[in-house]
T-cell receptor, first 115, second 117 residues
Framework: DAGVTQSPTHLIKTRGQQVTLRCSPI?????VSWYQQVLGQGPQFIFQ???????GRGNFPDRFSARQFPNYSSELNVNALLLGDSALYLC??????????????FGQGTRLTVV | AQSVTQLDSQVPVFEEAPVELRCNYS??????LFWYVQYPNQGLQLLLK??????LVESINGFEAEFNKSQTSFHLRKPSVHISDTAEYFC???????????????FGTGTQLKVEL
C-alpha cells in the first residue's frame, strides 16, 4: 500500500510569492495534518483537517491556509512568502481525528526554500 | 498548553554501546507519548508509543522507552546501538482528551544520535 505522498519534494520560491503544497493520505485515512519543520527544530503543528473540515489550527499567521478535498487529499497554501517560511513541510495522515489511539503516518515532506 | 524538552541536542556513541535519549514533558492533562525517528532527507517514522497499560514499551528494532508519570519523562534507550541507528530522534506528546477533538502532536527539538565505529 502507498504511504503518505507529498508533492513537490523540493521547491524554490521568491519572497512575496505564493506556494501550494499537496498531500495524499494513506488510503482509508480521513484525517490530514500539516507540520512545519524549520532546520534544527522539531515539527510545529499548522493544521488538521478531517472530513473536509478544519479541526485544529496552530499558531501560524493567516498567510497559511489549507483545505481538504472529497478524496481526503489536502493542499497547504502559503501567501506572501517570507524568508522565514523556508522549512520542511510535513503532511501526516491518520485514520481517526481524535487523540484516542492516535497514530500519525508522515510523508517525506516538501522542502521549501524562499530566496 | 504542552511542551516537550529534549535536553541533549546531540549524542555521540560508539557502536554496540548503550544509549539513552532523554525526554521530559509538561502538560496539565494526561497525554499519549511517542518517539519518532527521522533519517536524513526523509519524513518522520513512528518508533514507539505509549497509550496505556504497561509503562515500558518496545520497538521491533531493539529500542525501548519507559513512561514515568511522576517524573513526567519518556526516555528512549537501546542496550546496543548500530551504525544504522544514526538519525534524529523526536519525542512528542498528544493530548488524551483534546477539547473539540484532534490529534495534534507537540514535538521536542530533537536529539541527533551519531553512532561511530
Amino acid at each position: 500500500d502507498a504511504g503518505v505522498t507529498q508533492s513537490p519534494t523540493h521547491l524554490i520560491k521568491t519572497r512575496g510569492q505564493q506556494v501550494t503544497l499537496r498531500c495524499s493520505p494513506i488510503s482509508g485515512h480521513k484525517s490530514v495534518s500539516w507540520y512545519q519543520q524549520v532546520l534544527g527544530q522539531g515539527p510545529q503543528f499548522i493544521f488538521q483537517y478531517y472530513e473536509k473540515e478544519e479541526r485544529g489550527r496552530g499558531n501560524f499567521p493567516d498567510r497559511f491556509s489549507a483545505r481538504q478535498f472529497p478524496n481526503y487529499s489536502s493542499e497547504l497554501n502559503v501567501n506572501a512568502l517570507l524568508l522565514g517560511d523556508s522549512a520542511l513541510y510535513l503532511c501526516a495522515s491518520s485514520s481517526r481525528w481524535t487523540s484516542e489511539n492516535t497514530e500519525a503516518f508522515f510523508g517525506q515532506g516538501t522542502r521549501l526554500t524562499v530566496v | 498548553a504542552q511542551s516537550v524538552t529534549q535536553l541533549d541536542s546531540q549524542v555521540p556513541v560508539f557502536e554496540e554501546a548503550p544509549v539513552e535519549l532523554r525526554c521530559n514533558y509538561s502538560s496539565s492533562v494526561s497525554v499519549y507519548l511517542f518517539w519518532y525517528v527521522q533519517y536524513p532527507n526523509q519524513g518522520l517514522q513512528l518508533l514507539l508509543k505509549y497509550l496505556s497499560g504497561s509503562t515500558l514499551v518496545e520497538s521491533i528494532n531493539g529500542f525501548e522507552a519507559e513512561f514515568n508519570k511522576s517524573q513526567t519523562s519518556f526516555h528512549l534507550r537501546k542496550p546496543s546501538v548500530h551504525i544504522s541507528d544514526t538519525a534524529e530522534y523526536f519525542c512528542a506528546v498528544s493530548d488524551r482528551l483534546l477539547t473539540g477533538g484532534g490529534n495534534k502532536l507537540t514535538f521536542g527539538t530533537g536529539t541527533q544520535l551519531k553512532v561511530e565505529l
